[in-house]
């Protein structure tokens, strides 16, 4: 009997039009008791049923009414808004850990294809797990990460790094400590066609175009450095004249300001790198390495 009657009641909770009533009842701004709203919804001859629909109507649909027992208040048109935008982001985010998971299932099963191209989702499941392993708490993302770990069964955050491996998103002998402290790697195309115009400049037209400076054109000297053979930015180096009974030692150091101006582009690069970088792997310079 209980559940005939449940049936009955569910039925009719379609014939219930929430957001009709808000529109209506909304510019006045006041209570609105069961009954009341009952009569509005089911005109002719409301019952228990009836009432009964209506309250279930408005709790499964919480966007336009605030309500307690047996009465009901219609929310204002900015709140309707925040309350659908939130409804929106959990939506949104219920879906990303839902799907992310499962795409961090399908890698974890080897049944992911690392050779076909990720999709935009995909990338955004990617992000977010990046961001996770290498930021934890401090990433903006940490909630949906761990949310799309859980829901995965993934418990070790070194599972994750496995994952971008297997995805080929990362390398197995990856430097996250770059990743980490979002060191770039690459300088920007105008940054290196820039250092490209500066390698043509002869020298010595440019000592000609500054002869305040009082620069002279040492370049038919010979030059050494102290350095291994490997080495390819040269900073300072030694010359050796024979000058009747004496001898001339020269010391050279780069004049790194005659090329790069105070504040220019390589100087605000050269700011935040602050210094080059020797890894096991890879050196990342702090100029462009042409022009190094």
Aim: with cysteine; aromatic share 10%; charged share 35%.
């Amino acid at each position: 009997t209980l559940k005939e009657i449940a049936s009955r009641r569910d039925k009719l909770i379609n014939d219930v039009d929430i957001r009709e009533l808000w529109e209506v009842l909304n510019p006045e701004q006041e209570w609105v008791d069961l009954a009341t709203m009952t009569e509005f919804c089911f005109p002719e001859g409301p019952s228990y049923d009836h009432e009964s629909a209506v309250v279930r109507a408005f709790f499964k649909n919480r966007l336009y009414f605030k309500f307690n027992a047996d009465r009901f208040f219609p929310y204002s048109e900015e709140q309707v808004d925040r309350l659908a935008a939130r409804r929106r982001e959990e939506e949104r985010r219920n879906r990303i850990v839902k799907e992310g998971a499962d795409w961090l299932k399908s890698i974890l099963s080897n049944s992911f294809d690392p050779a076909a191209e990720l999709t935009e989702e995909e990338k955004q499941f990617a992000e977010i797990l990046k961001s996770t392993y290498l930021f934890e708490k401090e990433s903006p993302h940490y909630a949906l990460g761990k949310e799309m770990m859980s829901k995965a069964g993934v418990i070790d955050f070194g599972d994750i790094f496995s994952v971008l491996v297997k995805a080929g998103l990362w390398d197995e002998n990856e430097n996250t400590d770059l990743l980490r402290y979002e060191i770039p790697i690459e300088f920007s195309r105008k940054l290196v066609e820039h250092a490209g115009k500066l390698v043509k400049e002869s020298v010595p037209s440019s000592f000609q175009a500054a002869p305040e400076a009082c620069r002279r054109d040492l370049s038919h000297l010979d030059l050494m450095t102290i350095d291994g053979q490997s080495t390819l930015d040269y900073d300072d180096a030694l010359s050796l004249e024979k000058e009747g009974d004496f001898f001339r030692v020269g010391v050279h150091i780069i004049d790194v300001g005659h090329y790069i101006k105070k504040d220019d582009d390589f100087d605000q690069e050269a700011l935040k790198r602050s210094s080059s970088i020797y890894t096991p792997d890879i050196k990342i310079p702090m100029l462009p390495s042409r022009l190094a």
